[in-house]
């Protein structure tokens, strides 16, 4: 490694240290060397033991990019050089309980340090390899990437020493569960108010005002009434240095970041409309009393523009600004205001709809980042990033509460590295040798007690004739023989000095109780309350909570998996008294410190390299102090001589026991020496209940428990595989056995069969002559009955129609008989009679002959079945998978045309065809459901995805114009039906389709070797996004634009041609048109149908000039469903083409 010339004298391997903690020689000047030769050589970054140190190279040095977070994803901190990414990879494999072999738990991570140390750049890169590591591919990683430019823009500043000074501390906490990212939670601590309406020389506003001047449109402008940075009084300090369009891309990232984390459009309009009614309000100016000694308005433009944008009337902004209104006793107390009182006013409306504004943005972003379930089995990292120490020329009460914040994370970490662990030491009997530090807590007390500062200042606010002064005469009586309190000599302003652990600051107590009141008239609350602007109605009906953070009304609570006991409600009683802002922000502190105890802490310490802001500079003044006061010294001492890691004596053996290569081994201290000497270690202690080890030992541990855990691994292997093989050869011999019987079986049961089905045949060939021998005895005794009832019939005729010659009574001769004409059934002639002979009842069976294949044997149940797949609701193949024994059985015993072999094959086209129209991507979907109801059905189904593509999506896939889809769009296909037509299209070619399951579209593009299928989600405000990228779009046209130009975030090509329809003349969108909007054509028309302006004529138009075969009504078209989409036969049974479907052709 290359080292600076300049400190070559010094030793020969300086620099070269990447743990202080193992420096042989340890002092303040070789601590102070070290970091100043690895800081001129860019590398910023130097552990402590555990901790890291940080020092702000004030540039870009190029090592956060993706190859370098691989490289960290699951490397040990000994195995690459320092960084942050490293300890990012630490602590979550820490939470997941691999990094130690422990048991799963919590982590937090504390960045502390000064003012422009770097601490809000460390905590977006913590985040950034987090969510890295979880591997996750919802949107949910990129919502909460991008929290912190969001808050970034309404609470941070620039500021003397920082130009982009936190004005307010975070505490993010990321939920886990199964080493997923599935949620996260924001709190929030004492925004700097006051900044809205002064800031000090050389300060500035908060981002989002130079955000809004450089980036709102001419359109915004005039619906905000928005005009130039000079024109109000809030920011006129604003910085007039940086470039236009840096702040352009600002606010262009600002309105990414809202809309991919859940902003709907409204809330924007809303939102940007309230921040331009405060610079409005700001500029409203008061004349001297007239009448009834009441200010005036002297600025009547501004007032009117600043009602306006609240939503509330002029006179009543007014009556709040000039006058105070009291009800006591059922009567009303009118004070009217002073122009001082009116100001103060005026400030006050300001101050606390910037608040309540800031802390809504809060709320709305954990409700779009909160969990669908908490349960207990949940994880969290939490990682504060908090305002650092400050000590300006004038310092206010937001410093004091700045800086009480850092004594109180100072008095944690010193609990932590310090307090906690000596004690360990001296409770389990290890030798050692005591480490002073710098115990804070005397500060504390100085602050927090009851007879504190905050106290003091609480009881001075609650008396009406309280003034500063007076304040600090009761500090001075009560609190001057403090060790940390500095008396002062009597100035124009009253003031005191606080001894903190980073230095001497002097504060300034003007506006002290004022601030720490923090009174709003009541007539202004009832005012906004009622306010037509939906937002600013929202956050003032809400109520502030003991901590100080504000809480919506009618939230719902998210369903718990486990039962927890109910908490009390953490909102401020409304009978009690109004908590004043240092009592809120004391809770909050006691909070914090209580969220942050429940986890195992990891400390990040920023430094800053010198106080001019110089990259390349290196102040060892500057940067000893910062060592001196954050105890760094003795920090190193206490890493490099303790032991940072104690695990208990029964989970360190039953851990780590493979490596003795004994299973069965007593729990105690000579189990845990044999370990110990195994792993060659030296330098540990077996206390009373623990083992004390050092930091690097559990690396060595680790190592080699990996080393022998992967060589039993490989015998199991090897022996499992032997064992196996052996298992599997005897099944074989068993089955060649089997084989043998079956095969014998079978042939028995083929010859008897055989046999069977030969005298089967006889009888049925003896019955059927027997029965046609029968049936023609039957017919000719119908036929001999049917001539003889004929011929008696002919004879009755011939007697009654001859002619009746008397006979005489006694004449002799007898009557000459008539001869019957004989008759055949079968004779033509004039009379003919149908036999009545009834048709035999056939007996249905199997026609099948002795070259017919067996029917299937039903196989005996297996001894250990497997379980049966589960499959979603929506699969139907188990629907087709009836009987199949059942099925040949009616297929043999059926007397149809069909065939066996054309029976299965329809069948399993049928199921096909159900497959591919029901089936969806097939990758996990972790996008997080909408609360709100769904207006359209239930998601998911097919007729919920077309209503709600035809209510709100049909305008916007048509081309300006010509009125018709753009060609890379279709319908709800199938992904086997998108892939197979893009493959034998070229790298780069897409199509957007409408997903079925959910209300959003998938982007399906050709890569190298495969399709791949990326989902797009509308956002709240009416744009689009692909699912874990970054960039919101405001149409799917923009989307598209915008990745032929840029590729996607894990794929280096770029979209290139859309893909078109397969079928012109029957588009797969047709079903999404309704009746008002007939279906357009998928290509251009030709210039013969073009009217004069280049525009497309109607439907009609084109359909009547177009060819005979074509001449359909639109109505036609309007009624297409999914039936006449009929999926083509495979290729083996496709014998005949389709009938033609009747659509409307375009030429």
């Not at 005996?860 to 040949?888: D, F, G, I, M, Y």
């Amino acid at each position: 490694m290359a080292h600076n010339p300049r400190l070559s004298y010094c030793w020969r391997d300086v620099g070269a240290t990447d743990n202080l903690a193992e420096l042989s020689k340890l002092d303040e000047n070789r601590i102070l060397i070290e970091l100043k030769a690895r800081y001129l050589n860019d590398e910023i970054y130097t552990y402590v033991g555990d901790i890291l140190i940080a020092v702000n190279p004030l540039k870009d040095l190029h090592i956060y990019g993706k190859k370098t977070a691989l490289a960290y994803k699951n490397a040990k901190l000994s195995e690459q050089p320092p960084h942050i990414y490293a300890t990012a990879s630490h602590v979550y494999k820490c939470m997941l309980g691999v990094e130690y072999d422990a048991d799963p738990h919590s982590q937090c991570i504390v960045i502390s340090g000064e003012s422009g140390a770097g601490k809000t750049e460390s905590t977006k890169l913590v985040v950034k390899q987090i969510i890295e590591l979880c591997n996750g591919n919802t949107q949910l990683e990129q919502q909460i990437l991008q929290v912190n430019p969001l808050l970034e823009a309404f609470g941070n500043a620039k500021t003397v020493i920082n130009e982009n000074s936190s004005r307010f501390g975070k505490y993010i906490q990321l939920l886990f569960h199964s080493g997923k990212v599935v949620g996260a939670k924001i709190s929030e601590y004492l925004l700097e108010k006051s900044r809205v309406v002064h800031q000090n020389a050389g300060d500035a506003n908060f981002h989002i005002f130079n955000y809004m001047f450089a980036g709102c449109s001419e359109e915004q402008r005039q619906t905000f009434k928005l005009g130039s940075r000079e024109n109000y009084r809030y920011t006129k300090s604003c910085d007039q240095t940086a470039d236009a369009t840096f702040y352009q891309n600002k606010f262009e990232q600002l309105q990414n970041a809202m809309d991919l984390v859940g902003f709907s459009e409204e809330e924007q309009d809303d939102l940007l409309a309230v921040l331009s009614g405060v610079l409005s309000v700001g500029n409203v100016d008061f004349a001297d009393k007239v009448s009834s000694e009441r200010v005036g308005v002297s600025q009547v433009d501004d007032l009117a523009a600043a009602a306006h944008l609240f939503g509330v009337k002029p006179a009543d902004l007014q009556e709040c600004l000039t006058r105070l209104t009291n009800s006591t006793r059922g009567e009303q107390i009118i004070i009217n205001f002073s122009r001082t009182q009116a100001e103060d006013a005026r400030d006050a409306v300001a101050k606390v709809i910037y608040g309540r504004l800031f802390s809504w943005i809060v709320n709305k972003i954990n409700q779009r980042l909160s969990p669908d379930q908490r349960s207990i089995d949940q994880l969290e990292i939490g990682i504060l990033d908090i305002f650092g120490f400050e000590n300006f020329a004038s310092n206010s009460f937001e410093q004091a509460c700045i800086n009480l914040a850092n004594e109180h994370l100072q008095y944690f970490f010193n609990e932590h590295i310090f307090s906690l662990e000596q004690e360990e030491y001296k409770s389990e009997g290890i030798k050692w040798s005591h480490i002073s530090y710098s115990d804070n807590q005397p500060l504390l007390d100085l602050f927090l007690k009851k007879m504190g500062i905050l106290a003091l200042l609480d009881e001075e606010s609650h008396f009406p004739q309280g003034t500063d002064a007076s304040f600090v005469d009761k500090l001075n009586k009560n609190l001057s023989s403090h060790e940390c309190y500095k008396k002062q000599r009597a100035a124009r302003t009253p003031r005191f000095a606080i001894q903190h652990y980073a230095g001497h600051v002097t504060y300034d107590v003007k506006n002290w109780l004022e601030k720490n009141r923090d009174t709003i008239p009541p007539s202004l609350m009832s005012m906004l309350k009622q306010s037509s602007n939906l937002l600013l109605r929202t956050i003032f009906k809400g109520n502030i909570t003991r901590t100080g953070t504000l809480a919506l009304q009618n939230r719902t609570r998210k369903s718990v998996t486990a039962k927890q006991p109910i908490r009390p409600s953490t909102s401020a009683p409304s009978n009690s008294k109004k908590l004043t802002v240092g009592t809120q922000f004391k809770n909050s502190l006691q909070e914090l410190i209580r969220q942050m105890s429940k986890a195992n802490p990891h400390f990040i310490r920023c430094l800053k390299p010198n106080a001019s802001r110089l990259a390349g500079e290196f102040d060892d003044k500057y940067i000893l102090s910062q060592l001196s006061y954050t105890g760094m010294l003795q920090t190193v001492q206490i890493r490099r001589d303790g032991y940072a890691f104690r695990p208990l004596i029964p989970d360190f053996i039953c851990t780590y026991k493979p490596l003795i290569l004994h299973s069965d081994v007593p729990i105690d201290g000579e189990t845990c020496k044999q370990i110990l000497r195994k792993a060659n270690l030296t330098n540990w202690h077996i206390g009373k209940t623990k083992v004390f080890l050092k930091h690097h030992h559990a690396e060595v541990l680790a190592k080699d428990l990996s080393a022998v855990i992967g060589a039993t691994v490989t015998l199991q292997a090897v022996a499992r595989g032997f064992l196996a093989r052996k298992y599997v050869h005897r099944l074989r011999k068993v089955s060649e056995q089997h084989k043998v019987y079956v095969k014998s079986f079978l042939l028995g049961v083929q010859t008897n069969s055989e046999m069977f089905l030969t005298n089967q045949t006889v009888v049925i060939q003896h019955e059927i002559k027997e029965r046609e021998r029968k049936a023609g005895e039957k017919r000719a005794e119908a036929a001999a009955e049917a001539e003889r009832k004929h011929a008696e019939s002919l004879v009755t005729q011939q007697l009654n129609s001859a002619p009746r010659n008397s006979v005489p009574a006694d004449s002799d001769k007898p009557a000459r008989p008539v001869k019957p004409q004989r008759l055949s059934m079968y004779s033509v002639s004039s009379v003919s009679v149908e036999p009545n002979i009834s048709p035999i009842p056939r007996v249905r069976r199997p026609s099948r002959s002795v070259q017919d294949p067996l029917p299937v044997l039903p196989l005996p149940p297996s001894p250990s079945p497997l379980p049966p797949a589960v499959r979603s609701p929506t699969e139907s193949k188990p629907q087709l998978r009836h009987n199949h024994t059942a099925s040949l059985r009616n297929i043999y015993s059926d007397n149809r045309c069909q065939s066996f072999v054309e029976r299965f094959s329809q069948l399993g086209y049928n199921g096909m065809a159900e497959d591919d129209e029901f089936i969806e991507d097939d990758y996990s979907i972790a996008h997080r459901a909408e609360t709100v109801s769904n207006l359209y059905g239930p998601v998911g189904a097919k007729n919920t995805t077309v209503k709600w593509f035809q209510t709100s999506q049909l305008q916007k896939l048509l081309e300006p114009f010509s009125e018709r889809p753009y060609e890379w769009f279709h319908g709800i296909i199938p992904r086997a039906k998108a892939e197979k037509m893009l493959l034998l299209k070229p790298v780069g070619a897409f199509m957007i389709r409408l997903s079925e399951k959910r209300l959003g579209y998938v982007l399906t593009f050709r890569a190298e070797t495969r399709c791949r299928h990326y989902m797009v989600d509308p956002t709240p405000s009416n744009k689009y996004v692909v699912v874990g990228e970054p960039k919101v779009h405001k149409t799917l046209e923009d989307l598209v634009k915008y990745h032929q130009k840029l590729p996607l975030s894990n794929w280096n090509h770029l979209l290139t041609e859309p893909c078109g329809q397969q079928d012109v003349a029957r588009p797969d969108y047709a079903e999404l048109w309704t009746s008002g909007h007939p279906t357009p054509p998928t290509q251009p028309l030709s210039a013969s149908y073009m009217d004069m302006k280049g525009r497309q004529p109607p439907l009609q138009q084109v359909t009547a000039n177009s060819t005979k075969s074509s001449t359909i009504s639109t109505n036609n078209v309007a009624t297409l469903n999914t039936q006449d989409f009929i999926p083509p036969l495979p290729p083996k049974t496709r014998t005949k083409t389709r009938p033609p479907v009747n659509y409307i052709s375009y030429k």
